[in-house]
């Protein structure tokens, strides 16, 4: 069996702590397009909102996946990567039912990784470049995920399905789905608590209490897996994070040792809202009881960081924290939105770098060792666009290059 957790290599990239060098230049990327057929309406909205990224066509580079609702039925693509200036476009399939997520998964363990949205999931063929991902629905009624995470919630060693939709959805709730035997059949679905807009992603499911299991972030609040079962939880409301925007409540979230201490912290930043922020929450007990608040070095006032990332971007064996601003909710005045990564100094100390400054707005952008040369690379989308941006109001689709192997 082979299980294409997502992100899988940046993740590894992250976390390989005593191979590398002690110290390396600051991160410097090379941006391009992927190109593609993607459309905007006349007034910018194309709700592109969906990505992974994930070896499709397991030929040994990362591919990358989007999907928008502009079209009826809303589509999911995704782009075969041959070299950084040349990407070739695909359709995975139609009507995904997401808001924003989908996750990458080898659901039926065929070793082709599958692709999971809200309430339906799509079945690699094998040949994914000649043939269509078949359409299986295991939830008709969990329609409208904001956020879909993998992880192991009760405890089988088996993946489960994670799921965040809020109250204008079908979905309605923060839970978690396991993987019926037969994934064709239905899967059962187990609840965890109350929605908010946003919140699991990329990484918001951890061992926060010290106790073997994993437990789930959810803004300004995180659940407890009181059972190591996933059937009983725990409501702890001490997140310092979380305010409420034109969605309600939206974050992303990240957990990672950013210190090299052997525990994890928090990384969150928010989304959906102008004047974001981004912290680190330092886990002062160990046990979630109590937590300290360091607020990432900021230049200049952030409008929506609808993304979050962290990897090592420079090699020197310290876990970086990566975000970009949308081209929507951008202070007024600006029409700018900036790509920002906060290289790790060491000590839970950071600078702030901006490392794209083009016009381009981006939403929940993906990192990974994209051309397999060894660093980690950044690819990214907008939510919608603006007539000023920096390719004349048109869709694009963006891989930022990492030059550290260069």
């Not at 061992?207 to 299991?213: R, T």
């Not at 490392?355 to 989308?381: A, M, W, Y």
Request: net charge negative.
């Amino acid at each position: 069996m082979k299980i294409h957790w997502p992100n899988f290599l940046a993740i590894m990239a992250a976390f390989s702590l005593s191979s590398a060098p002690a110290a390396a230049a600051a991160p410097s990327f090379q941006h391009h397009f992927m190109g593609g057929n993607l459309t905007v309406s006349a007034q910018g909205n194309g709700d592109y909102g969906l990505t992974a990224l994930v070896d499709l066509d397991r030929d040994g580079d990362l591919d990358f996946v989007l999907g928008g609702r502009l079209s009826k039925p809303s589509q999911l693509h995704w782009f075969e990567f041959q070299a950084p200036d040349r990407w070739v476009q695909h359709l995975v399939g139609t009507n995904y039912l997401s808001d924003v997520g989908v996750a990458a998964l080898d659901v039926d363990r065929d070793g082709w990784p599958d692709l999971v949205c809200s309430g339906v999931w799509y079945r690699n063929p094998g040949k994914p470049r000649e043939q269509p991902f078949e359409r299986c629905v295991f939830d008709g009624a969990a329609t409208g995920a904001h956020d879909v995470l993998v992880a192991d919630l009760d405890g089988d060693r088996r993946p489960d399905v994670v799921m965040l939709g809020d109250q204008r959805t079908k979905l309605n709730a923060l839970c978690w789905f396991s993987i019926a035997a037969d994934p064709k059949q239905p899967w059962t679905r187990h609840p965890i608590g109350p929605p908010v807009h946003g919140a699991i992603l990329p990484n918001g499911v951890a061992d926060l209490d010290g106790d073997g299991d994993l437990d789930v972030l959810r803004a300004d609040t995180w659940y407890e897996n009181k059972n190591s079962k996933g059937t009983e939880w725990v409501a702890h409301q001490n997140i310092p994070m979380g305010r409420k925007g034109p969605y309600g409540v939206c974050v992303r979230t990240a957990v990672v040792d950013l210190d090299g201490d052997g525990r994890q912290e928090i990384v969150i930043a928010d989304a959906d809202i102008v004047d974001s922020k981004a912290v680190v929450l330092k886990n002062a007990d160990g046990k979630g009881g109590a937590w300290t608040k360091i607020e990432l070095p900021q230049s200049f006032v952030y409008g929506s960081l609808h993304s979050l990332a962290v990897a090592d971007f420079n090699g020197d064996g310290r876990p970086d924290i990566v975000t970009n601003e949308q081209e929507e909710l951008l202070p007024t005045g600006r029409a700018n939105p900036r790509w920002i990564l906060w290289e790790n100094l060491g000590q839970l100390k950071f600078a702030e770098r901006v490392i794209l400054d083009t016009k381009l707005g981006g939403h929940e952008l993906q990192v990974g060792d994209v051309d397999g040369d060894g660093d980690i690379d950044i690819c990214s989308k907008p939510w919608g666009t603006r007539p000023w941006n920096g390719v004349g109001g048109k869709m694009h689709v963006d891989f930022l290059e990492n030059r550290l192997k260069q």
